[in-house]
Every structure is written in structure tokens, then in C-alpha cells.
């Protein structure tokens, strides 16, 4: 008993500090988003969004639930003049709702109209719903179509797939049809307690900056605008 006291005092002590460490942290970030909410950080004041042509937006599917956050998080992101949107959810809680997203979006455009606001967007948002369901069945029939192109056939030598053999199977199949984005994401922003991006399908985002945002209850305006800040300021460079 003795000799295990020396480790587990000093577990507390770190554990201790670590939960201090990430109290300090998140009171920062809150008064952070605070200042960013109420304009008193310039730099935050003159976004250039168009950088970002299309946003994916994660959800953990038990926080996908919470209905009127979702709203919320649409509102803001319309307001932030976004216009293109993927949101994704694993079980495919979002998409049930789809309509009722829909509908919703409707009702704040013609509100704005009927007040005579601007709209900050140009265009009406365009909102894709999908779950792991759609990446699961996309990728059986690319599968079946590599195996009896490449496997299944006449030749004698086997080559090796590679990215392009798999872009190819992709639009072979016709996912354009199927309702699903032949772009990538330029910005992946997760909402849960999970950093991952929870199965969203892999080969629309293999050119994507991924940012996880914390749980969708805590979610703050102004640490949505920090994280396309931040997106703005990065140089990407891509690979041939």
C-alpha cells in the first residue's frame, strides 16, 4: 500500500493541473469569442469567406438531435454569407430532418425579404444532408466496379490501383446522380466530442482542413469566425 501511494499521489497532482490547464484554456477561449462577438477584435472584423466555396459540417449524431442548435448553427453560418453547406451526421439523424432544415431556411429567407434585409449571400443556401449510409454504398459499387475492370477481365497482368483508378470508378458509377458533390470540401468543421470526422466519406476530403469546434451545445459565434480566420490565413499547397 505504501509503495503505491508515491504514484498515485503523483497521478492527482497531474491530473489536477492538466483539469486546471483546460479550465484557463476554456475561459480563454470563451472571453476570446466574446471580444470576436462584439467586434472589438479588428482583425477579425474584415473576413474574406470567399475562400471558402464549399463547408462541411460534421455533427455527432447524438448532438444532431438538438434540432433548434442545428438552426442556430445554419443561421449563423447564412449570416456569415456561406452558401454552400454538406452537413453529416453518421446514423443519419440530419437527414430525417432534411425537409424540416429546409423549410427552415425558407422561412428565415422570406422573414429577411419581408423586413427588406440584405441577404448576406448572393444565392440561396445550397444544403446537402448525408450520412455514412450514402459513403457506404458509394464505395461497394466503386469496389464492385475496380474488381471487374482490373480483376475480373481478360488481362493477364495486374496492376496496382491507384487514386486515379479509384476517381475513375467514382464517376463511372454516377455519384453525381446520387446527389453527392464532386468537389471537395475546402473547410471541415466537427461538432462532438469525437476529433475525427466520423466517417464522412474519405475521397471528398483528401484536400480539406479539418477543425474540430467542440461539443455542438457550447457551440459560439465567435469561435465560427476564428475558425474561418484562421482558414483565410493558411497557404495551401497542392501536389501534383
Known amino acids: ?9 503523483l497521478w492527482h497532482i497531474m491530473h489536477l493541473i492538466l483539469s486546471i490547464w483546460y ?4 475561459t480563454v477561449n470563451e472571453f476570446e469569442s466574446f471580444l470576436i462577438s462584439s467586434g472589438y477584435l479588428k482583425r477579425y472584423r474584415a473576413l474574406d469567406i470567399s475562400k471558402v466555396q464549399y463547408l462541411a459540417v460534421v455533427v455527432d449524431s447524438e448532438e444532431a438531435r438538438q434540432t433548434l442548435k442545428v438552426f442556430k448553427l445554419l443561421q449563423w453560418l447564412a449570416a456569415i454569407g456561406l452558401e454552400k453547406i454538406c452537413l453529416y451526421d453518421k446514423e443519419g439523424v440530419l437527414k430525417k430532418s432534411k425537409e424540416d432544415l429546409a423549410l427552415w431556411l425558407k422561412s428565415v429567407k422570406a422573414s429577411k425579404e419581408t423586413a427588406n434585409e440584405p441577404l448576406p449571400g448572393k444565392k440561396n443556401m445550397d444544403l446537402e444532408v448525408i450520412s455514412f449510409a450514402d459513403g457506404k454504398h458509394a464505395i461497394a459499387k466503386a469496389a464492385n466496379y475496380l474488381l471487374e475492370k482490373h480483376y475480373l477481365s481478360a ?8 487514386e486515379s483508378d479509384m476517381t475513375d470508378a467514382l464517376e463511372a458509377i454516377g455519384l453525381t446522380g446520387m446527389g453527392v458533390q464532386t468537389s471537395d470540401p475546402d473547410l471541415m ?4 466530442p469525437a476529433r475525427c470526422h466520423l466517417g464522412f466519406p474519405a475521397w471528398r476530403i483528401r484536400y480539406t482542413e479539418i477543425v474540430h469546434m467542440g461539443p455542438l451545445k457550447s457551440m459560439k459565434f465567435g469561435a465560427l469566425i476564428k475558425a474561418f480566420y484562421r482558414f483565410t490565413m493558411v497557404h495551401q499547397n497542392y501536389g501534383t
Do not use: A, D, H, W
Not at 479550465?23 to 476554456?26: A, E, S
Open 23 to 26: 479550465i484557463v484554456l476554456r
Open 1 to 9: 500500500m505504501s509503495g503505491n501511494l508515491g504514484p498515485r499521489l
Open 155 to 162: 488481362k493477364t497482368e495486374k496492376t496496382n490501383l491507384t
Open 189 to 192: 468543421l466537427i461538432y462532438g
